[in-house]
Structures are given as structure tokens and as C-alpha cells.
């Protein structure tokens, strides 16, 4: 028997034992599938808005800009070549069968979701930063048959694990070079060799009949949760529940077709995935992001309308801003003047007072100095600016409110597709994560769990029973989170449950509200609280480099190299000097008895920080182990000689 024969029959074996069922739902008659199904939904804006751009993105230094009418073709090509038998599979996909997305932002991605969802086969994002054992985890675990991937990078990692993926048929690469071929039983074609498989319309019957099988309640996406613990499990987005946040959105923004919007977070995640269909749904261009550290300069030529992002982006657009003032005390005097009029004016129109004439003339002097300056930093007013993804501290969403930019913090988890709550332009409460969605309901637990119930709920983890049923109570997903709805009906966010700290002596400390307070100061890049089954607390720190630099002459490490600064003992002191005035206060279970200074950087790619940057607290735990148990060991000495001196 040969590999590619053993591999194909175990294969079959899989799909035989899949409970494809939890992926299909059953039609429902007199259903509206343009607001119950995304690829209906999809065809719907094509017949409205063919004639206007849908997708943009540079290659080769030129923009390469497709109308929806294009759009649309290539959707459906692709969707044929899908269905053909030999193209992808043998049998060509089947409704239920999965296909997965492992690729960086562009226009490609999102045909290929769109050409999936219409066949009625669920496409599987994979993070375009993913390692092999990654890969393994979301292929083996959903089944999939095909990957259509960016290029030779990404496919060395799918054949580095190619024997532990009995599954994996085909492999598409969108960039393919002259990587086609056989690699021992796994078939590896170019984008556009499947493209020429889908220009005859004969298979276009099958795709109609699929189109009419479909219905709300299949599952339009397989999203791996991308948790700062725990293995990923996936969870089944419906169609149904995609469209319901949807239309919960468009009740309080004014969306026009002329709106463009500027994708860079990655579409693997269900944030920007979910935020790609919100551009779909209402015709607007979306340009796509290839490497996301160009962001900030796309931004400034790009000037998008709407525009979706992680906190991160927007603190270091702040800390930019003050950095450049910071080396001239009549820079920074005129800086926060400005910033102190912008304040004065936003109050003054969310109260609906008119501005006096002497605030109107300030303001004027405050926006040439610097406002206007900061809005051109995010590429000028927008019809939508918001953040998600992890907590935006409230001194940020007042900083651009004194710009003139209201920034939309929302709130949500992949589970909940993934929006629970969010600020709107009508109704605006800086601190909190908004209102819930329309037609949804909160409570809390006994612990102070927030309890969310609404129409976008998933449908549960996929061949994971026992974790759907403790996810899901009674109709209600338990987030994770705790929080409250204040008396104005806005959702707070205190902490993460996962993350509370218990230490030895029982005491429950929440640690992001701490960390939040550290992280105002600019010094800190990243700051991580320990303690958990330990007798107290501590505190990892990563410095930002461009601040040490700034203070260096002043602790007289400016002769120093920059490893050099980052271990030196001044900036250790100086940090630690920082840390004992923030957390003065703090009552005696919450202070911070020791630190260290971390200099190695915090990215996706080392496994630190989640694709929406948060931290993955555990990770850096592991990661820092020595230096952990270090800190401990040298508080358990102080303590025994402190003890053995006042035997003394």
C-alpha cells in the first residue's frame, strides 16, 4: 500500500467518525438568508454595489484594486473549482468538510472564506504565526482536507508536520513560486491552477444546490480560541450569529459605501474577521494590510473611515505623541495646554453646551499645534474608530477624545462571535466596555462572572461536549471575565478570572487593575504580577527602549550599550523607585515584593503575547522560570534573616 493510498483511506476513516451534524443546521422555511447567511448576504452587496471597489493592496509597489463585481467572480470560480472532483479532493468538498485559511491579510483570504461559506464548507483560520505544532493541533483536531496557504514559508512548517496530519489532502499556495507538486502523498498546487479549475461553468448547479441547502444555523466559521491559557478548542461561529451582531451594530453607526476601512489585525482572529463582514455587508472598500508593522504608515497615507483595533496601537500613538515633546519643556508645555483645551471642548459638546468664544478660539490655536496633528497620526476623522481585543485604559480613550476622536471601546470573546458589548458615537462611557448588544442580557455570577445571553452565542466546541456544557448554562456563556453593569448600564471590566492571583494565604488578588496603574507610566513596555500559590507578590518588567534612552544621561548609563542599559543596576533601582511610589497605597496583600527587569522582547512569534497583544501570563511564567524562582528564593532569604534577627 503506498503512503499516499494509507493516508487517503485513514482519512476517510476521520471524516466517517467527524459529528458533521454540529456543523449544518436544518433550513427554515420563509428564511431571509441575505440577514441570516453570509455568503447570501455577500451575493446581495455584489447585485448592489458591483461597480465599487471592494479590496485594495499594494504588490510590487502598485495597488491592485478589485470592484465587488470582480470580487464576486473570483468568489465564485473558486467556489466551483471547490466543488470539482480531483481539484482539492477526490470527491471534491463536501458540505461540512473543512478547508483551512493560514495566511497573512489580503484579498485572497477573504475570497477564499467567502467561496467556502457558499459550498457549505467551513473554513478553519489558522494564525499566519503559527508553529508546525500549532498547525497540527487546529488540522488533526477539525479534520481539514485542504490549507490554502501564502507561500514556501508557510508550507515548510505544514510539511515539517506532514506525517502527523493524516487528514491534510491538498495544499494551496496563493505565492507558489515553483513550490508545486508532490511532496510524498500531499498535493501542493498554485492558487492559480485551482482558479483554472473553476472558469468552466459547468459545476455551477452544484454550487446553486449548496446555496440552497444552506441555512442560518451552519457554521460559518471554525475559530480556534487564541486564550492566554489552555489548549485552543474550537468554536462554531453560525452564520445566524455572525449577521446578529451585524445588524446590532448598524442601529448605532452610520455606515455609507464610501466608508473605507484598513485590515490589519489578523483575520485569523474572529475580531477582524467579524469586522471584514461589517465592510462586506454595507459595500465599503477594505484595504489590506500585508506586513502589519507598516501599519502606522498606511494609516497616514491610507486615511481610512473605519478602522478596527488592539489598545496597543492606540497607546503608542500617545506615546509617540508625548515622546516627541518630551526633550523640550516648552514643547511639552504647549503639548499639554492643547491637550487640556481639546478636553474643555469635548466635554463641552457631550454636555450640549455651546463653547464660549474664548474656548473656540483656544481650540483653534490647540488643533494647528498639535490635535490636528495626532488625527493626521491615525489618518484624519473616521466614521467608526474602535478597539477591542483586550482593555483600553481610560486615560488613552480621553487622550483622543481631546483630539477630536472618539475611539470605540467594545467587548467580547470569540465565543460570543465575537462581540458581547461596545461604545457607540449616542451612548459613550470612557472606562467601560459599553452597552451590551440589542436583544442580549448580562448578569453575574456568585464569583462576579459576567454572564452573557444573546443572539450571537456560538454553537459550541467543536467535538467538545463536556466543555460546551460547561461553557454554556441554561443559554448563558460564562466569559470569564468579571465585571458589573454600573447604574448607567455600561459593562465594567475588572479582571480576568483565569487570571486572579491566590496566594499562599488565601488572599484573591485581581492582577490587571494593578498593572493597568503601572502601565501609565511610559517607562513600562509590559508589566506581568506573580504570586499565584506563592507567598506574595511580584513583578516582571520590560522596560520600553526609546524611554530608557530618554532617561539614561539622567542615571548616567548614557555611555553604556543599550544590553548594557537594559541590565544595569541604575535602571533596576530606577524601576523599582517608580513601582513602590505607584503602588504605595495598595493595601498589604497587593504589595509588590520584588522585580525583575526582563529585556527580551514580547511578540507573537515567541509565544508572549496573543494575536490581539495581550500577554500570555503563563507563557512568560514558563518562559521566565529561573528568573522567577530567583526573585523567591531571594525574598524566602530575606525573611529567614529578618526572622533570625529579631531572635536576636
Given at each position: 500500500?503506498?503512503?499516499?493510498?494509507r493516508?487517503s483511506?485513514?482519512?476517510?476513516?476521520s471524516?466517517?467518525?467527524?459529528?458533521?451534524?454540529?456543523?449544518?443546521?436544518?433550513?427554515?422555511?420563509?428564511?431571509?438568508?441575505?440577514?441570516?447567511?453570509l455568503?447570501?448576504?455577500?451575493?446581495?452587496?455584489v447585485?448592489t454595489?458591483?461597480?465599487?471597489p471592494?479590496?485594495?493592496?499594494?504588490?510590487?509597489?502598485?495597488?491592485?484594486?478589485?470592484?465587488?463585481?470582480?470580487?464576486?467572480?473570483r468568489?465564485?470560480?473558486?467556489?466551483?473549482?471547490?466543488?470539482?472532483?480531483?481539484?482539492?479532493?477526490?470527491?471534491?468538498?463536501?458540505r461540512?468538510?473543512?478547508?483551512?485559511?493560514?495566511?497573512?491579510?489580503?484579498?485572497?483570504?477573504?475570497?477564499?472564506?467567502?467561496?467556502?461559506?457558499?459550498?457549505?464548507?467551513?473554513?478553519?483560520?489558522?494564525?499566519?504565526?503559527?508553529?508546525?505544532?500549532?498547525?497540527?493541533h487546529?488540522?488533526?483536531?477539525?479534520?481539514?482536507?485542504?490549507?490554502?496557504?501564502?507561500?514556501?514559508?508557510?508550507?515548510?512548517?505544514?510539511?515539517e508536520?506532514?506525517?502527523?496530519?493524516?487528514?491534510?489532502e491538498?495544499?494551496?499556495?496563493i505565492?507558489s513560486?515553483?513550490?508545486?507538486?508532490?511532496?510524498?502523498?500531499?498535493?501542493?498546487?498554485?492558487?492559480?491552477?485551482?482558479?483554472?479549475?473553476?472558469?468552466?461553468?459547468h459545476?455551477?448547479?452544484?454550487?446553486?444546490?449548496?446555496?440552497?441547502?444552506?441555512?442560518?444555523?451552519?457554521?460559518?466559521?471554525?475559530?480556534?480560541?487564541?486564550?492566554?491559557?489552555?489548549?485552543?478548542?474550537?468554536?462554531?461561529?453560525?452564520?445566524r450569529?455572525?449577521?446578529?451582531?451585524?445588524?446590532?451594530?448598524?442601529?448605532?453607526?452610520?455606515?455609507?459605501?464610501?466608508?473605507?476601512?484598513?485590515?490589519?489585525?489578523?483575520?485569523?482572529?474572529?475580531?477582524e474577521?467579524?469586522?471584514?463582514?461589517?465592510?462586506?455587508?454595507?459595500?465599503?472598500?477594505?484595504?489590506?494590510?500585508?506586513?502589519?508593522?507598516?501599519?502606522?504608515?498606511?494609516?497616514?497615507?491610507?486615511?481610512?473611515?473605519l478602522?478596527?483595533?488592539?489598545?496597543?496601537?492606540?497607546?503608542?500613538?500617545?506615546?509617540v505623541?508625548?515622546?516627541?515633546?518630551?526633550?523640550?519643556?516648552?514643547?511639552?508645555?504647549?503639548?499639554?495646554?492643547?491637550i487640556?483645551?481639546?478636553?474643555?471642548?469635548?466635554?463641552?459638546?457631550?454636555?450640549?453646551?455651546?463653547?464660549?468664544?474664548?474656548?473656540?478660539?483656544?481650540?483653534?490655536?490647540?488643533?494647528?499645534?498639535?490635535?490636528?496633528?495626532?488625527?493626521?497620526?491615525?489618518?484624519?476623522p473616521?466614521?467608526?474608530?474602535?478597539?477591542?481585543?483586550?482593555?483600553?485604559?481610560?486615560?488613552?480613550?480621553?487622550?483622543?477624545?481631546?483630539?477630536?476622536?472618539?475611539?470605540?471601546?467594545?467587548?467580547?470573546l470569540?465565543?460570543?462571535?465575537?462581540?458581547?458589548?461596545?461604545?457607540?458615537?449616542?451612548?459613550?462611557?470612557?472606562g467601560?466596555?459599553?452597552?451590551?448588544?440589542?436583544?442580549?442580557?448580562?448578569?453575574?455570577?456568585?464569583?462576579?462572572?459576567?454572564?452573557?445571553?444573546?443572539?450571537?452565542?456560538?454553537?459550541?466546541?467543536?467535538?467538545?461536549?463536556?466543555?460546551?456544557?460547561?461553557?454554556?448554562?441554561?443559554?448563558?456563556?460564562?466569559?470569564?471575565?468579571?465585571?458589573?453593569i454600573?447604574?448607567?448600564?455600561?459593562?465594567?471590566?475588572?479582571?480576568?478570572?483565569?487570571?486572579?492571583?491566590?496566594?499562599?494565604?488565601?488572599?484573591n488578588?485581581?492582577?490587571?487593575?494593578?498593572?493597568?496603574?503601572?502601565?501609565?507610566?511610559?517607562?513600562?513596555?509590559?508589566?506581568?504580577?506573580?504570586?499565584?500559590?506563592?507567598?506574595?507578590?511580584?513583578?516582571?518588567?520590560?522596560?520600553?527602549?526609546?524611554?530608557?534612552?530618554?532617561?539614561?544621561?539622567?542615571?548616567?548609563?548614557?555611555?553604556?550599550?543599550?544590553?548594557e542599559?537594559?541590565?544595569?543596576?541604575?535602571?533596576?533601582?530606577?524601576?523599582?523607585?517608580?513601582?513602590?511610589?505607584?503602588?504605595?497605597?495598595l493595601?498589604?496583600?497587593?504589595?509588590?515584593?520584588?522585580?525583575?527587569?526582563?529585556?527580551?522582547?514580547?511578540?507573537?512569534?515567541?509565544g508572549?503575547?496573543?494575536?490581539?497583544?495581550?500577554?500570555?501570563?503563563?507563557?512568560?511564567?514558563?518562559?521566565?522560570?529561573?528568573?522567577?524562582?530567583?526573585?523567591?528564593?531571594?525574598?524566602?532569604?530575606r525573611?529567614?534573616?529578618?526572622?533570625?534577627?529579631?531572635?536576636?
Amino acid at each position: 500500500m503506498t503512503s499516499s493510498t494509507r493516508q487517503s483511506r485513514e482519512a476517510d476513516q476521520s471524516r466517517e467518525a467527524d459529528p458533521v451534524g454540529e456543523l449544518l443546521g436544518q433550513p427554515v422555511p420563509g428564511e431571509n438568508l441575505v440577514e441570516t447567511h453570509l455568503a447570501h448576504m455577500f451575493r446581495d452587496v455584489v447585485a448592489t454595489h458591483g461597480f465599487r471597489p471592494a479590496t485594495r493592496v499594494r504588490q510590487d509597489g502598485q495597488w491592485i484594486i478589485r470592484t465587488y463585481a470582480e470580487t464576486g467572480r473570483r468568489v465564485a470560480g473558486l467556489a466551483r473549482a471547490f466543488v470539482t472532483p480531483g481539484v482539492l479532493t477526490e470527491d471534491g468538498l463536501q458540505r461540512g468538510d473543512r478547508i483551512s485559511l493560514f495566511s497573512g491579510n489580503c484579498p485572497e483570504w477573504i475570497e477564499a472564506d467567502l467561496a467556502g461559506m457558499t459550498i457549505g464548507a467551513v473554513p478553519v483560520p489558522i494564525y499566519p504565526t503559527s508553529t508546525p505544532d500549532q498547525i497540527v493541533h487546529i488540522v488533526t483536531d477539525a479534520g481539514v482536507r485542504a490549507i490554502i496557504t501564502a507561500g514556501r514559508k508557510e508550507l515548510d512548517r505544514i510539511l515539517e508536520a506532514r506525517d502527523r496530519m493524516p487528514c491534510l489532502e491538498t495544499v494551496v499556495l496563493i505565492n507558489s513560486g515553483d513550490c508545486t507538486g508532490d511532496y510524498d502523498g500531499l498535493r501542493v498546487l498554485s492558487l492559480q491552477q485551482v482558479r483554472q479549475a473553476g472558469v468552466c461553468e459547468h459545476m455551477q448547479p452544484i454550487v446553486e444546490e449548496r446555496m440552497e441547502q444552506s441555512c442560518g444555523d451552519d457554521v460559518a466559521a471554525l475559530i480556534y480560541t487564541s486564550g492566554t491559557t489552555g489548549e485552543p478548542k474550537g468554536v462554531m461561529i453560525s452564520h445566524r450569529a455572525a449577521l446578529a451582531e451585524l445588524q446590532a451594530l448598524d442601529a448605532f453607526f452610520d455606515f455609507s459605501p464610501a466608508d473605507h476601512s484598513l485590515s490589519f489585525l489578523p483575520l485569523s482572529h474572529a475580531l477582524e474577521w467579524g469586522w471584514s463582514m461589517v465592510v462586506i455587508r454595507h459595500g465599503c472598500l477594505n484595504t489590506f494590510v500585508s506586513n502589519p508593522k507598516t501599519v502606522s504608515a498606511m494609516l497616514a497615507e491610507v486615511r481610512p473611515t473605519l478602522f478596527v483595533s488592539v489598545p496597543k496601537l492606540y497607546e503608542q500613538v500617545m506615546k509617540v505623541a508625548r515622546e516627541k515633546v518630551a526633550d523640550s519643556p516648552a514643547k511639552l508645555r504647549i503639548f499639554e495646554w492643547s491637550i487640556k483645551v481639546g478636553r474643555e471642548w469635548w466635554l463641552t459638546q457631550q454636555e450640549g453646551r455651546r463653547p464660549s468664544v474664548s474656548l473656540e478660539a483656544r481650540h483653534k490655536v490647540a488643533d494647528r499645534l498639535v490635535l490636528k496633528a495626532i488625527r493626521d497620526a491615525v489618518g484624519g476623522p473616521k466614521t467608526v474608530l474602535a478597539a477591542g481585543g483586550a482593555p483600553l485604559r481610560k486615560e488613552v480613550e480621553e487622550f483622543f477624545a481631546a483630539c477630536g476622536l472618539l475611539v470605540c471601546q467594545g467587548y467580547g470573546l470569540t465565543e460570543a462571535s465575537p462581540l458581547v458589548s461596545f461604545n457607540s458615537p449616542g451612548g459613550t462611557k470612557f472606562g467601560t466596555a459599553g452597552k451590551p448588544l440589542v436583544g442580549s442580557r448580562i448578569t453575574t455570577s456568585e464569583e462576579g462572572e459576567i454572564l452573557y445571553r444573546g443572539p450571537n452565542i456560538m454553537k459550541g466546541y467543536w467535538k467538545a461536549p463536556a466543555e460546551t456544557a460547561a461553557a454554556i448554562e441554561d443559554g448563558w456563556l460564562h466569559t470569564g471575565d468579571i465585571g458589573y453593569i454600573d447604574d448607567d448600564g455600561f459593562l465594567v471590566i475588572t479582571d480576568r478570572l483565569k487570571d486572579i492571583i491566590v496566594t499562599l494565604n488565601g488572599k484573591n488578588i485581581s492582577p490587571q487593575p494593578i498593572e493597568n496603574s503601572l502601565m501609565k507610566d511610559p517607562l513600562f513596555e509590559h508589566a506581568v504580577l506573580l504570586g499565584d500559590n506563592r507567598p506574595c507578590l511580584t513583578l516582571l518588567v520590560k522596560p520600553s527602549l526609546p524611554q530608557v534612552e530618554q532617561i539614561a544621561e539622567r542615571l548616567h548609563i548614557s555611555s553604556m550599550t543599550v544590553p548594557e542599559m537594559l541590565r544595569s543596576e541604575e535602571l533596576a533601582e530606577e524601576i523599582r523607585r517608580r513601582v513602590a511610589a505607584m503602588t504605595a497605597k495598595l493595601p498589604h496583600q497587593e504589595q509588590i515584593r520584588d522585580l525583575r527587569v526582563l529585556w527580551d522582547e514580547f511578540t507573537m512569534d515567541n509565544g508572549l503575547l496573543t494575536p490581539t497583544l495581550k500577554v500570555r501570563r503563563r507563557e512568560v511564567e514558563k518562559r521566565f522560570t529561573e528568573v522567577v524562582e530567583e526573585m523567591y528564593s531571594r525574598i524566602a532569604a530575606r525573611r529567614k534573616a529578618s526572622k533570625e534577627n529579631s531572635k536576636h
